[in-house]
């Protein structure tokens, strides 16, 4: 069987009495770009951190790398997991976050040895001379020992995007990496997602750059009110949209 | 004027590359002047007080060094010192309990935390000193009368300067717990989520991301409670134990020169005092590190020039 990266089948996810995701059916193919677009409040950021269990799945089944997020399967129940397991299953996928999020009190190469060295345990001189790779690869290789807050937002989102390759991730997770950016800033970061992507990197995008999807993804998902309502190739879902839906949100971005 | 008056110190050197146009700066001639007045009439104060014999500066220096108020003054330093430790430690593992989703561990931090800070630190310090009243023995054992592995007397035990430190180390730790929670709660949500997608578990989180950023917000209130926990120690003379105000207490009881000896003690507490805020302002340069950008962003080029990744 060819097992995709992600499968997601009628996850469902509620907070409180508002229920977010309504049945989200997905699949990932490894290798693929997928780009979840729609409008805000429509559920994909949460589908995203469900992918990463920082969100937790209340029904459905979802599978990373063929593997259950956040539940172990026997005899054919769920059983929850203990933390630990969950972060160990989290190994699998990067994440990149709208706020970037990296740690300020942390010069920028400290950054992205940390995970490698204290969750993996791997050796410190060893990892750093992979950051200072990935730093040259996103083009900061003359920034290792500058502090997060003495970059500009777009050179930020470039050390996140570094930090989350150093664990060697099979999928990398993108929540609207540009949308805190300044407008001048957003191309240098879709530059380093596009060669990553060019890489051959697992990559599901929530995002407003709907350039970037056209250009860049094998699948687009549009998603509305915790639904997927239209997915497919990008020239089918951008270019000639079938559903109402996703016709009006369209006409609204472009 | 009145928007002038903030100094902007960005604006303080103008690149000597351009054409400088002369810049004067706004004087202060009120402030210049009221500094003057002020500066004169502490002078004059402190001349006053030097010169009034009625403040018997002789014996102040004559007790400045006496070997029972060095030795109070050790004391001092040494239930501070102890009582700040363990509170700071014990306090961490309070705040980080009770924002805990384990519900027993958060409950027995509450109910630490109510106990420990809704009773006078005094009845705590006299109770620990008496406990062998209630206890007369200390000894580890089953429940409800089974076999015991008796440890030894309450009294042997626990001895008045133990009995010290345990008060103010339990008592501190609650308050610690709180200030350290506050500085917890002052952390981005969003680390959580890095730290997490990085595949870090509660534990290391904490360790590695989430304190050392609460460092920041903690420092201050922590840097009040060592200089209060240092002239609190003073509570412990109900104790018999001659820390540095006891100290000079037990001296002008003999000699009735009570304002001097107090005055020995406050130079002394001073002292500690003003050492304790150096260090202070260390750990809080320290722990500001990624924070505060301006030392560094001005010793690179203004104008960095954009990469862009091919």
Known sequence: ?254 | MQQHSIPDTRKQAPPASEDSIPVVRLRHPVRLAIAAVLILLALSAAWDVAVNQRYHWDVVISYLFAPQIIAGAGLTILLTVVSMSVGIALGTLLAVMRLSANPILSTISRSYIWFFRGTPLLVQLIFWYNIAALYPVIAFGLPFGGPSLILGSANVLISPLGAALLGLSLNEAAYMAEIIRGGIGSVDKGQYDAARALGMDGGKLMRRVILPQAMRVVLPPTGNQVISMLKGTALVSVLAISDLLYSAQIIYANNYQTIPLLIVASLWYLLMTTILSFFQTKLERRYGRGFDVAPRRTRQQKAQPKTRTA
């Open chain 1, 1 to 254: 069987m060819n097992a995709a990266m992600v499968e997601a089948q009628g996850v469902r996810k509620s907070f409180g009495s508002t229920e977010i995701l309504k049945g989200i059916d997905l699949r990932v193919e490894r290798g693929s770009v997928t780009c979840l677009i729609g409008p805000s409040g429509s559920g994909k950021t949460t589908f995203l951190r469900c992918i990463n269990h920082l969100e937790k799945v209340d029904a459905g089944r979802l599978y990373v790398d063929e593997h259950l997020v956040g539940y172990t399967e026997r005899h054919g129940r769920l059983y929850e997991m203990k933390e630990r397991q969950t972060a160990r299953s989290r190994l699998n996928a990067g994440m990149v976050f709208q706020r970037f999020n990296l740690f300020p009190h942390m010069t920028v190469l400290e950054n992205i040895v940390e995970a490698p060295v204290h969750v993996l345990g791997r050796p410190r001189n060893e990892v750093t001379a992979e950051a200072q790779t990935l730093l040259d690869r996103v083009g900061l290789g003359d920034r290792g020992h500058s502090y997060p807050q003495e970059l500009s937002g777009g050179q930020q989102q470039r050390i996140a995007i570094a930090r989350a390759l150093a664990m060697k991730p099979k999928l990398m997770l993108f929540d609207e990496p540009t949308s805190a950016l300044d407008p001048e800033l957003v191309g240098e970061v879709l530059d380093v997602m596009k060669s990553l992507a060019e890489a051959g990197m697992t990559m599901v995008v929530v995002t407003h750059e709907l350039g970037f999807a056209r250009q860049v993804s094998d699948q687009v998902v549009f998603m509305d009110q915790g639904v997927v309502v239209e997915s497919g190739p990008p020239a089918g879902v951008l270019g000639s949209p079938r559903h109402e839906r996703t016709q009006a949100f369209l006409s609204k971005v472009l």
